[in-house]
Each structure stands twice: as structure tokens, then as C-alpha cells.
């Protein structure tokens, strides 16, 4: 990456183990274009150092406790979109990988990445590159795709009358959930008990054909069904 003047990338590291967080702060601190500017050690306090510390890049582990690095990549991509996030797992198996992706972040590195590998892939993510493995980009591309077709077999089974659309209630429920709003939040802007919008959100996903909210929103996203 190149810094004008000389500018170091404000790196903040986030994960539940110290010595982590520590090794990764002495590789980064080694670097002559780069520096770690705080720590968190989970996605609550990730979220408030964040919006305290303005980084540059934000190394986000995918699995702790309290609040894990899906719902922390949320909130701060919500208050701070011009911040890159790569997300940090043990393996890339893990299916949260791939709402990370759809929540914003830029990719991905292994935790057990040899340091040059570690340091190339923040480097392109701070060049504005996805920081992901080839293998890991096919199975994106397949997984998005599987989706697209999910979206097209739901507006030709409304069109033929084999399910019913999403009503307006359902719709507004949708888009509030894709602003990443909790069901409580939703229950509390649409007067209405949570346990109503669970219901909402269980026929949602029913209709959709999705198992999870974060399909759905990304539905919402990309497709007219909302209006």
C-alpha cells in the first residue's frame, strides 16, 4: 500500500485472547507503513473504539463472546462505511464468513496465515482489494449465485401464484431488519410485540426460502421486492 506522506494505516485489533491480539500488535508495529492505534477484546468494545478511533482497517475476529464479530461489522459499518474490516477466523468454513461478506467486510484472513500472507492480504485490503484466498473467492461467487437463483424461483413462484408475496407489514418488518435493527427495536418502531415480529420474520424467511435474516435483508438490497 502506498502511504502519502509518509501516513501510517491506523490499524484496530480485535479478539478475545491477549496474546493474539499482542502478537499480531508487535507484527503490525514492525511495519513501516502501519501501526495499531487500540485493541478490543469483543464487538461491543470494538464498536466504541471504533467510533472513538476512526481506523483505517480493523481486523475483526469472526467468533467471540458478548457480541461476535457479524453483529460488531454491522453496527460499525453503519456508523463508519468508509472503514475496512477484515475479519479473522481459525478456518473458512465457517458460514459466517459469508454474511461478513455480505455485511461489508473486505475479507478475510486465517489466523494461522504465515505473517507475509497475514500482512499482504491487509495491505490489499487497504488498497481497496477484497483480502481473499482464491479458493474462498470461487466458493463466494457459487454461494452468491445459489442465491441469485433463490430471488428468481421466489418472483416466479409469486407470479404463478404458487406463494403469496410479502405483505406490507412483512415488507416493513424486512426493511427495518435490513438496517440491522434487533426484533425488539423493530417491535418498539412498528408498535407491535416482539413475538408478533417473530412471526413476521419466520414467514419472511419462509416465503424467501432463506435461513436467515441476513439472506433476507440482502434480498431486500438487491431485488424490487420491497416496493
Known sequence: MSTAHNKL???????????????????????????????????????????????????????MPDMDGLEAIKRIRADLPECIVVMLTVHEEDEKLF?????????????????????????????????????????????????????DKYQKDVDEGKIDPLTMREKEVLSYASQGMTNREIARHLTLSVHTVKSHIRSILAKLNVDSRYAASDYAKHTDMMS
Open 9 to 63: 494505516a491506523r490499524v484496530l485489533i480485535v479478539d478475545d485472547h491477549e496474546l493474539f491480539r499482542q502478537g499480531i500488535a508487535n507484527l503490525v508495529n514492525e511495519q513501516s507503513d502501519m501501526e495499531i492505534v487500540g485493541e478490543a477484546k469483543d464487538g461491543l468494545e470494538a464498536y466504541y473504539r471504533a467510533t472513538a478511533l476512526k481506523p483505517d482497517l480493523i481486523l475483526l475476529d469472526i467468533n
Open 99 to 151: 454474511k461478513s461478506i455480505r455485511a461489508g467486510a473486505k475479507g478475510y484472513v486465517l489466523k494461522n496465515a504465515p505473517s507475509s500472507e497475514f500482512l499482504k492480504m491487509c495491505r490489499q485490503a487497504l488498497s481497496g482489494e477484497a483480502a481473499l484466498s482464491a479458493r474462498l473467492s470461487a466458493r463466494i461467487l457459487t454461494e452468491f449465485a445459489r442465491e441469485s437463483d433463490k430471488v
